[in-house]
Structure formats: structure tokens, C-alpha cells
């Protein structure tokens, strides 16, 4: 049914482009606009794919003097094919010199909206490609760092919120090698609180369970002498993301959260104030979290992440048989 309703668009789109009685300029700019409604919220990488085809068709239409409408186009265009799965980095590639198209010439005649959009969707391609050795991480920071001169905090709170979230993934993305990694620690949890000054839970309600559920994270794994606090105040993040992440509305998100949580109570004790006490209790709840996560991953196909809590689980019960000595063992690790 998708399938065929997605062809169906696709000729539609295809007669307006033939459609003699409009000007090449509204023939571009209609095949834009039908391509921008099948990425959004696509069901199946099909339509995203089709989207693909019909920026390829406006873009052949679109008279080469219209180059600003070419690089709005160009710009779309990079958006569906960052958003195809691909276990390779092609599409991505694709997006990239998509973006380092149109970014010249929106930087000269397109709004400064339009350019830190680009910019932005241009960090995110090379924060991705980062991530399979196909980018350097410094250019996806520079490129979100573009965007913030015009995605500020008072007038583009929500673009604001976001950068700030991807600029504290980015930094903790970078190598934990040298004597600044406890810098960029400091800088992500930094990001993640800024982005949060300008979001709220009633307002902006995912950026805001996002950013919190990263926080988590950061604090959790930072290399501080302060472990108990840090974890501590991670649990509060987790807490405040779980306020927006439920099992009902968003399962997986949920799935991720709460299973950071369990990592998170697995190395804390149940007495913040006598650690040599032991964490039976946090044990206890951390093994039911997992086991509701593992639940929730297994039915929405993530066998993968299934699998780490599985092990995370067995582990807990080992260490719960083993008490009353306190063994904190390998916990099984951040899901953003």
C-alpha cells in the first residue's frame, strides 16, 4: 500500500514537472515542495528515495539562473539522502557535497535562517561520517559553531537546544587520549546545560527528554574524582527525561533511557553517604530495568541492544547471588 501510494506521488509530481502551462521556475519549485512532503515522517525508505528522484527532476527544470532556487533545492536535497539507512556511507557522502553545494550561494543571497540550516545539516553529515573514520569531527564542530551565530538561545530556542546537544555528542565523540579529554567532558556537560536553559518540558518536550537522557550520560561516564555526585545527577536527568519518554508514547526512547538508568544505579551505592554499605537495592531495581528494556528492544526488532542488556541482566544476578560482598562489575554502557 506505502509502495504504491509513494508511486503514485512520485507520477503526479512527474506530470506537474511536464505540465506545459507553468513556468519552469513554479515547475522547480512545486516538484521541491512534493519531494519535502514524502521525507517527512517517510514509512519507508522508499519514499525517501523518491524524494531524491523528484529534487533530481526540479533541479533539471530549474533555469541555471536561478541559482538561488537551485541551492534551496540542492539543501533539500541533502536532507532525504542523510535520512536513507545505509549501512555504507554513500548517501551520506552524497549529502555532504550536497550541503557544501548550496551553502556558497545561500551564504550570499538565501536568508541567514536558510544558511545555519545548511550548516547545520552539514555537522550532522560530517558528525555521522565522523563516526565511520570517513570525516574529522573539528569540521562538524565548526559547522554547528556557523550555525549558532544565527541559531541563538533568544531567537531560535528549540535550533538552539539541538546544536547545543550535538556539539556535546561531538566533543564526546573525540578521542579520550590526551590531557584535554577531561576539557571536552566539562564542555559537553556544558552544552547539554546550556541547550537546557532554553527548553522546557511543556514546551519543547523532546529536545528537552533528549537533552536530559545525554546529560545523563555525560555525567555518568565523566572521568571525575566526584563519582557519586555525578551519578546522582544523572539519575535526576534520567528522571526528568522519563517525565516525556514512556513506555506508551515513545518505547524505544523509553528502552534507552531506562536503560541507562540501570547503568547508572548498577555503580551506585544505596547510601551515597556510606558507599562500603553495598547497592543491593539499586541492584535489584537496576536488574528490573534492564529487563523491561530488553523487552521493549526485542519487540520493536533491536536485537542488538536486546542482547547488551541481556548480558547486563545475567551479570546483576551473578553479583546479587554473590552478596553480601560488593561487587560493582562492567556495566553495560550509554544509549543517547
Known amino acids: 500500500m506505502v509502495a504504491d501510494r509513494v508511486a503514485e506521488e512520485v507520477r503526479a509530481a512527474l506530470t506537474v514537472a511536464n505540465d506545459e502551462a507553468a ?191 545525554n546529560l545523563g550520560n555525560a555525567l555518568q561516564y565523566a572521568s571525575s574524582s566526584h563519582v557519586i555526585e555525578n551519578n546522582l545527577r544523572a539519575l535526576e536527568a534520567y528522571d526528568e527525561a522519563l517525565k516525556v519518554r514512556t513506555r506508551e508514547t515513545t518505547p524505544l526512547a523509553y528502552a534507552n533511557t531506562i536503560a541507562n538508568k540501570a547503568n547508572c544505579l548498577w555503580n551506585l551505592p544505596d547510601d551515597p553517604t556510606r558507599p562500603d554499605t553495598g547497592n543491593r537495592a539499586h541492584l535489584t531495581e537496576a536488574r528490573a530495568y534492564y529487563a523491561e528494556a530488553r523487552e521493549i528492544f526485542l519487540a520493536h526488532g533491536e536485537a542488538d541492544k536486546a542482547s547488551i542488556v541481556a548480558e547486563a541482566v545475567t551479570q546483576i544476578e551473578r553479583e546479587i547471588l554473590a552478596l553480601p560482598a560488593n561487587g560493582q562489575g562492567a556495566a553495560a554502557g550509554a544509549v543517547n
Open 23 to 213: 513556468t519552469p521556475v513554479e515547475r522547480a519549485e512545486m516538484l521541491m515542495e512534493i519531494a519535502l512532503g514524502l521525507q517527512r515522517r517517510p514509512k519507508t525508505p522508499d519514499q525517501l528515495h523518491a524524494a531524491v528522484e523528484l529534487y533530481d527532476k526540479a533541479l533539471a527544470v530549474c533555469p541555471d539562473e536561478q541559482g538561488l532556487l537551485k541551492a534551496r533545492i540542492t539543501a533539500r536535497r541533502a536532507t532525504a539522502l542523510q535520512a536513507i539507512p545505509d549501512e555504507a556511507t554513500d548517501y551520506l557522502e552524497q549529502a555532504r557535497a550536497a550541503c557544501e553545494a548550496a551553502i556558497p550561494t545561500l551564504s550570499k543571497a538565501g536568508t541567514p535562517e536558510e544558511l545555519a540550516e545548511a550548516e547545520m545539516n552539514l555537522g550532522v553529515v560530517v558528525h555521522s561520517l565522523a563516526g565511520a573514520g570517513r570525516a574529522r569531527i573539528t569540521d562538524a564542530i565548526s559547522a554547528y559553531q556557523r550555525a549558532l551565530r544565527t541559531f541563538d538561545r533568544a531567537k531560535h530556542p528549540e535550533e538552539f537546544a539541538i546544536l547545543q546537544n550535538n556539539l556535546a555528542t561531538a566533543f564526546l565523540s573525540m578521542p579520550f587520549t590526551d590531557e584535554r579529554a577531561k576539557m571536552r567532558e566539562a564542555l559537553a556537560v556544558q552544552a547539554f546545560e546550556e541547550g537546557l536553559k532554553v527548553v522546557n518540558l511543556i514546551d519543547h518536550p523532546s529536545e528537552y527528554a533528549m537533552l536530559q537522557n
